[in-house]
């Protein structure tokens, strides 16, 4: 299978109070392929976030390269890393972020609209994928009129109604009750598999996390099979 992110040595620290520097991750590798799922679990503060935030190009690392198809990506311009965001990658977090004023609709065909597609087709493809996640009878409503739930997923909707090659995901069910969560990680598994995207899952849940491909742990700055 094709490799589609590397992430080699990858070091990432933040300044202290006192000065000093604060090591969150110290030398990270990861290889993550085509179509593959991989969980990062980890205790709180051990750096899941910061790990997923320099894999997506939100957050620049000390030191270390991050290989995309095999290209150094980390040395790209601000607009081009902004670019490849939008293109190639999909985020869905832990609060899901949507525009308050706008419909589930409208926040899911934000991103096509933001690419240039005109806007009756992307609301086509966002109400196609509202669809499948169950949200047929919730299009037209605004975020809060949603549940927890309906929310989740709505933003799963936002973060792959661009058919990016990789999804992160950080905590996508950690704010969500046993059921709801249950219900958007049943959803999110399937339509990432389905679309045949890639992704790097953190979660809290190990029964989520054992139902990737892989789960790595991190620990002491380092991920571990
Ligand atoms: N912007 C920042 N500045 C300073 N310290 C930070 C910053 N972001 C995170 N940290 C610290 O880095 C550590 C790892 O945080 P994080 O990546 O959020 O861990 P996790 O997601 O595993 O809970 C924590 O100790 C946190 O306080
Ligand atoms: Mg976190």
């Known amino acids: 299978m094709a490799e589609i992110l590397r992430l080699e040595n990858i070091r990432k620290s933040y300044p202290s109070p006192d000065g000093d520097s604060l090591v969150i991750l110290s030398s990270v590798n990861l290889s993550l392929n085509d179509g593959e799922t991989v969980s990062v679990i980890g205790r709180s503060g051990s750096g899941k976030s910061t790990l997923l935030a320099v894999a997506a190009l939100l957050s620049q690392p000390d030191s270390g390269d991050i290989l995309y198809r095999g290209e150094s990506i980390l040395a790209l311009d601000d607009k081009r890393k902004a670019e490849m965001r939008q293109k190639n990658l999909g985020f869905i977090f832990q609060s899901s972020l949507l525009l308050a004023d706008f419909s589930a609709l409208e926040n899911t065909a934000m991103p096509l609209m933001i690419s240039g597609m005109r806007k009756r087709e992307a609301f086509e493809r966002a109400s196609e994928i509202l669809d499948t996640l169950g949200l047929k009878e919730r299009k037209n409503h605004r975020p809060s009129a949603l549940s927890g739930g309906e929310r989740q997923r709505t933003s799963v909707a936002r973060a792959l109604v661009t058919s990016p ?53 991190l620990s002491g700055g380092t991920l571990h099979e």
């Open 165 to 217: 090659d990789i999804v992160f995901a950080d905590e996508p069910t950690g704010a969500l009750d046993e059921k709801s969560a249950a219900e958007v990680e049943e959803m999110l598994l399937d339509a990432v598999r389905k679309g045949g995207h890639s992704m790097l899952l953190v979660t809290h849940n190990p029964d989520f996390a054992s139902r990737a491909d892989r789960v790595l742990t």
